[in-house]
């Protein structure tokens, strides 16, 4: 973090979570404000630009939806934050609804010590992710021949996209893609490489993460412009 220190609002658990939350936060430069639901935050969020949210789900006084998308509406100054949501291992499918609606992550309120700080980390240093489902189909180069998928695309951002299907993909395996912008006639083109593959515990789809190494033509500029539509 090279000396930087991340401003993070903890919403909605209570002060014996907070504090254990706060510990693990500072250990890694990210600062731990307070709001015991979701009114509060709402009204810390209207004057304060944080980097991060983390919040209990479920929240004491409102649904999470509405919660969301008053983080992300168009004149929030968090509109761009990270976000997780923490619950409790019963409740944790229920909380991963939320994912691509408002939230960029679930985790298991167990979980969090160990994975609260890397989610966060890799939020702050990808672009945000848009839900957006289209038909893709990928063209996969293997060491036997290539294999043409057709599949759906989840969410997408600038670096990559996540691609449902039943095909597991190893890690570091190429592929050529096109996948159409809906209301386009023209599909987006390029290459990409597998990062990941699903854990369906946590994003309840089974698939692909992919990041992309090239576009064709003006592709690129293309999707730049929808994903400046889909935030705004």
């Not at 989840?154 to 395996?173: C, F, Q, R, W």
């Amino acid at each position: 973090m090279k000396g930087l220190q991340r401003s993070t609002l903890v919403v909605g658990v209570d002060e014996q979570t907070f504090e254990k939350v706060s510990k693990v936060l500072s250990a890694v430069k990210f600062f731990a404000d307070y709001a015991e639901n979701g009114a509060t935050a709402l009204e810390s969020t209207s004057f304060l630009p944080f980097d991060a949210i983390v919040t209990g789900y479920p929240l004491p006084d409102m649904q999470m939806q509405p919660f969301l998308d008053a983080v992300r509406k168009k004149d929030s100054r968090c509109r761009r934050l990270g976000l997780v949501i923490l619950a409790l291992r019963g409740m944790l499918p229920e909380a991963e609804t939320f994912v691509g609606k408002g939230a960029n992550r679930a985790l298991a309120l167990e979980d969090f010590p160990d994975e609260l700080p890397q989610a966060l980390f890799r939020l702050l240093e990808v672009p945000p992710r848009f839900a957006m489902r289209a038909i893709s189909c990928l063209n996969v180069q293997l060491t036997w021949g290539n294999s043409r998928t057709i599949c759906q695309t989840e969410n997408i951002s600038a670096h990559g996209m996540l691609i449902k299907t039943d095909h597991p993909y190893p890690v570091g395996t190429q592929m050529a893609f096109e996948f159409a912008i809906p209301g386009e006639s023209t599909s987006v083109r390029g290459s990409a490489v597998v990062v990941r593959q699903t854990q369906e515990r946590r994003e309840r789809v089974t698939g692909l993460g992919v990041r992309f190494n090239s576009f064709q033509r003006e592709d690129q500029n293309r999707l730049a412009a929808t994903l400046t539509e889909l935030a705004v």
